[in-house]
Nanobody, 122 residues
């Protein structure tokens, strides 16, 4: 059973940067899988943020974060990242990492983390 663990979520001021990390627990390696970030704000459905292919050759983003967020992975360190810049209060949410097929669809990801809370203050 693959378990993913997110970290880095904190309270940050609007306009500020924040970097999230995701790594599998135990001896599982993420190099075999495409990875993604999703987020879920209170009272809203979980939504796609960004995804990256196994080799980092392809990355794509939700329109709302293009130009501000960057997804990256370091397979040697077995870790994936989400660099978020110019954060907005409406981006307050629990951020989840996931492993599966490179896609924006929730159902294409089989493995999920427990999430990390990002709170953006105005």
């Amino acid at each position: 059973q693959v378990q993913l663990v997110e970290s880095g979520g904190v309270l940050v001021q609007a306009g500020g940067p924040l970097r999230l990390s995701c790594a599998p627990s135990g001896l599982t390696f993420i190099s075999w899988s495409a990875m993604a970030w999703f987020r879920q704000a209170p009272g809203k459905e979980r939504e796609f943020v960004a995804a990256i292919s196994r080799s980092s050759g392809n990355a794509f983003y939700a329109d709302s974060v293009k130009g501000r967020f960057t997804i990256a992975r370091d397979n040697a360190k077995n870790t994936m990242y989400l660099q978020m810049n110019k954060l907005k209060p409406e981006e307050t949410a629990v951020y989840y990492c996931a492993a599966g097929l490179v896609s924006s669809r929730i159902n294409d990801y089989n493995y999920w983390g427990q999430g990390t809370q990002v709170t953006v203050s105005s």
